[in-house]
């Protein structure tokens, strides 16, 4: 199985400031990464796919960079709304499997 | 538009077994050409990926974890998909989701999410 391990667990940052997040796979899984943003009590919700690709709506300051086992999730000017938790989760292959989560606070 | 709406919440006794129905709703509603896939995710903890199935093949897939006491079932023709897990203990308290993936393999649309407790 497809180990992901995503860092750090917790951060803190002000508003404005920029953010990454890392996600490191166990093996190569090309670019087949989604990463998620989950707001408490909230369904989470599809950010980027394919490592790189904004979904529809989401904020430009949010980018995905990476491919092979190591990919970054880095929010430029962070503000208020960007409060949650993100995931990062692998789908090349089944069983598929999701980051351990990156809480992100101000 | 196609929304996924699961049941209701749910108490069970431990060593019970629970079943949450996934329902896609609006046009196009239909598990056709979809894979639903199923993810828990425990008070405070994160998101843990459970299985999926292919309503097409009739092909389940489940995470190592949890083979022996899930179960889950969609027919392509159905709006309606369940996910079964037998032999609750406290540790299976978590709200569960279901998803659908696109063509691509994304988790872009899920179900609001239904709280299973496990308590005696």
């Known amino acids: 199985d497809i180990q992901v391990t995503q860092s750090p667990s917790s951060l803190s940052a002000s508003v404005g400031d920029r953010v990454t997040i890392t996600c490191q796979a166990s093996q190569d899984i090309s670019n087949y990464l989604n990463w998620f943003q989950q707001k408490p009590g909230k369904v989470p919700k599809l950010l980027i796919n394919?490592?790189?690709n904004l979904e529809e709506g989401v904020p430009s300051r949010f980018s995905g960079s990476g491919s092979g086992t190591h990919f970054t999730l880095t929010i430029t000017s962070l503000q208020p709304e960007d409060i949650a938790t993100y995931y990062c989760?692998?789908?090349?292959?089944?069983?598929?499997?999701f980051g351990q989560g990156t809480k992100l606070d101000i | 538009q196609v929304q996924l709406v699961q049941s209701g919440a749910e108490v069970k006794k431990p060593g019970s077994s629970v079943r949450i129905s996934c329902r896609a709703s609006g046009s196009g509603g239909s598990f056709n050409n979809y894979i639903i896939t199923w993810v828990r995710q425990a008070p405070g903890q994160g998101l843990e990926w459970m299985g999926r199935i292919n309503p097409m093949l009739d092909a389940p897939h489940y995470a190592q974890k949890f083979q022996g006491r899930l179960t889950i079932t969609a027919r392509a023709s159905a709006t309606t998909g369940y996910m079964d897990l037998s032999g609750l203990t406290s540790d299976d308290t978590a709200v569960y989701y279901c998803?659908?993936?696109?063509?691509?393999?994304?988790?872009?649309?899920w179900g609001q999410g239904t709280l299973v407790i496990v308590s005696s």
């Open positions: 989760q692998q789908y090349d292959r089944l069983p598929r499997s």
């Open positions: 394919d490592a790189s």
């Open positions: 998803a659908r993936e696109t063509a691509s393999s994304w988790l872009r649309m």
